[in-house]
T-cell receptor
């Protein structure tokens, strides 16, 4: 089955720790995206990558980092510099680099900072 | 920068009644408009999108939306809702050189 997988589904972290969220796709899509979802806030773009070894900051990149070493993988690290990291994180991919493309979403990771 | 306003945060509606979820966007030369649906604790999936051409767009699950350039709106409609339509609905806009921007969402609750 083709799709996007995110792991883990739930993640708990102590304040001050870095944590990495996994996102893998086997759709052979060029572009990948990370969003943060908070209740009543919609989705906000953290980072996106349109090609391997290249990525751009979104609207709320501070306190986050990414890498795109392989086409199928786009991990997100939430660093200790992110002041309010508790949220639902969604990864998405799209076939090409155009902003008209449909985005396909993973099931999400819920991160809770204790 | 692009922006999207979803005018209603929650919409309750009885089963088999019609529904309209409202979306307005900031004006730009070229806009591409999308509606996504999110079921509880899941990712999003595309309902429909407008890129160009006919202003009435039909999507999955019986939904449709109409692009109105003069009113900068892209309202989502369904003539008869089912319990299974209970979900959160997001309007989104992108431009030729700008990535997708989402609205804050409208929670549709269908009442039996």
């Amino acid at each position: 089955d083709g799709g996007i997988t995110q792991s883990p589904k739930y993640l708990f972290r102590k304040e001050g720790q870095n944590v990495t969220l996994s996102c893998e796709q086997n759709l052979n899509h060029d572009a990948m995206y990370w969003y943060r979802q908070d209740p009543g806030q919609g989705l906000r773009l953290i980072y996106y990558s349109q090609i391997v070894n290249d990525f751009q900051k979104g609207d709320i990149a501070e306190g986050y980092s990414v890498s795109r070493e392989k086409k199928e993988s786009f991990p997100l690290t939430v660093t200790s510099a992110q002041k309010n990291p508790t949220a639902f994180y969604l990864c998405a991919s799209s076939p090409e680099r155009a902003y008209t493309d449909t985005q396909y979403f993973g099931p999400g990771t819920r991160l809770t900072v204790l | 920068a692009q922006s999207v306003t979803q005018l209603d945060s929650q919409v309750p509606v009885f089963e088999e009644a019609p529904v309209e979820l409202r979306c307005n966007y900031s004006s730009s030369v070229s806009v591409y408009l999308f509606w996504y649906v999110q079921y509880p604790n899941q990712g999003l999936q595309l309902l429909l999108k407008y890129l160009s051409g006919s202003t009435l767009v039909k999507g999955i699950n019986g939904f449709e939306a109409e692009f109105n350039k003069s009113q900068t709106s892209f309202h989502l409609r369904k003539p008869s809702v089912h319990i299974s339509d209970t979900a959160e609905y997001f309007c989104a806009v992108s431009g030729r050189n700008t990535p997708l921007v989402f609205g804050k969402g409208t929670r549709l609750s269908v009442i039996a």
